[in-house]
């Protein structure tokens, strides 16, 4: 005992699961979704909110690293414990234990603090990672290692887009999840319709900055804001009307392409969107990329202050809505190409239980409702909520 705590005082950190985690407790390390997208950034500080959205996600007993208070977090980051060798192979060990979860890649644990935080949350991010695996030709697959590379080398090297995104993470660290994730989806559907590398660079920069205009309103009335996400809030033409306007100072955004899509990315494919009731394919394509991206993202992330749904439930709500609001072509394009629902994977159901996706009774239709088997052997077919037993082999 004496020695564990000689250990901890040293470390500043402790190792949790999840089901322990108290508020005050600070994480030290960014935490995915099952789906490979953000869940809750490093060094973030947890309340009760943020420690039910984890319970939600991610297995109870999943492993994390934390601080237990801040003065232990401060001497943490004063130590650069983060790159010392116990940190890494703490860190290492959860990552070994859980390959389901995609904590963290322990290579690229670093200090967001000290480079350029851009290029950070994105490279260390699985579903960023795992892009080209996603897609099927060589052709493709190269591409999207091209243009991962181009975009990293964009975003280093540039101050104008370096400064939004801090302007981004200073203000909310919600919003900045928000923007990785739905870059991310975007770029995926992006290279699946064949976009040119030109538009695919236009694209991500349309996804990374596409709420930048709520960064100059105050917190307060953005805040007020998601608990609404109401087309008609105030909050929704402001943060329009100042992207408007920064693209007058900033040359980068005022590509047309980048523009249309940020104004179009409300729009409903029913002509009941905002700001200008555009209907079809009125709507810009970006606009209709983006609009998945950001649908999707938003449900799952939970940001109008719930705990969120979980990627399968997201997916489902997508589906049995797009006739109102998105573009079905390309959502269709999003789902085949989405990790979450295939053969294989492990999936985490409402109820708290994980299982294997063994098969589909109805794929085109209802790719959100697989059969699943369950660690036990049981199985579930969700497209008509039948269970059969391993052990008598009959449906209950």
Not at 328 to 354: Q, V
């Amino acid at each position: 005992m004496f020695e564990d705590k000689r250990h901890f005082i040293k470390q500043n950190y402790i190792k949790k699961q999840i089901q322990d985690l108290i508020p005050g407790d600070i994480l030290l390390h960014p935490i995915y979704r099952s789906d490979g997208l953000m869940l809750i950034n490093e060094n973030k500080n947890l309340n009760v909110s943020l420690i039910n959205i984890m319970k939600k996600h991610i297995l109870p007993d999943t492993y994390v690293l934390v601080a237990p208070s801040v003065k232990d977090f401060e001497e943490f980051l004063q130590n650069n414990n983060y790159i010392n060798t116990g940190f890494k192979k703490d860190l290492n060990e959860i990552m070994k234990k859980y390959k389901n979860i995609p904590i963290y890649e322990i290579e690229n644990y670093i200090n967001s603090n000290t480079i350029n935080p851009i290029t950070s949350m994105l490279s260390t991010s699985p579903y960023w990672a795992s892009l080209e695996s996603t897609l099927e030709s060589e052709n493709l697959r190269n591409r999207a290692i091209d243009i991962k590379s181009n975009l990293l080398t964009l975003f280093s090297n540039n101050n104008t887009f370096i400064n939004l995104f801090n302007k981004i993470k200073d203000y909310d660290d919600i919003l900045l999840i928000h923007s990785i994730n739905t870059t991310c989806i975007s770029l995926l559907i992006g290279l699946t319709v064949e976009l040119t590398n030109d538009d695919l660079i236009e694209l991500a920069i349309a996804g990374l900055f596409l709420n930048i205009g709520f960064t100059e309103l105050p917190n307060k009335e953005y805040k007020a804001f998601l608990k609404t996400q109401e087309y008609n809030h105030p909050a929704m033409k402001k943060h329009l009307e100042v992207f408007s306007n920064m693209t007058s100072n900033s040359p980068l955004l005022r590509k047309k392409s980048i523009i249309n899509g940020i104004l179009d990315h409300h729009e409903s494919y029913n002509g009941k969107g905002y700001p200008n009731g555009k209907r079809g394919e009125e709507i810009s394509l970006f606009g209709r990329i983006l609009h998945i991206a950001h649908e999707y993202d938003d449900l799952v992330g939970g940001y109008n202050y719930t705990t969120g749904l979980l990627p399968s439930e997201a997916i489902r709500f997508v589906c049995e809505n797009k006739d109102e609001v998105l573009d079905n072509n390309i959502l269709g394009i999003f789902l085949h190409r989405t990790t979450y629902f295939k053969l294989n994977k492990t999936i985490h159901l409402p109820n708290g239980i994980a299982g294997k996706i063994i098969g589909f009774d109805n794929y085109v239709k209802y790719p959100y409702l697989p059969i699943i088997q369950l660690e036990n052997g049981n199985i579930i077919n969700l497209t008509d909520n039948t269970f059969y037993s391993i052990d008598s082999k009959s449906k209950i």
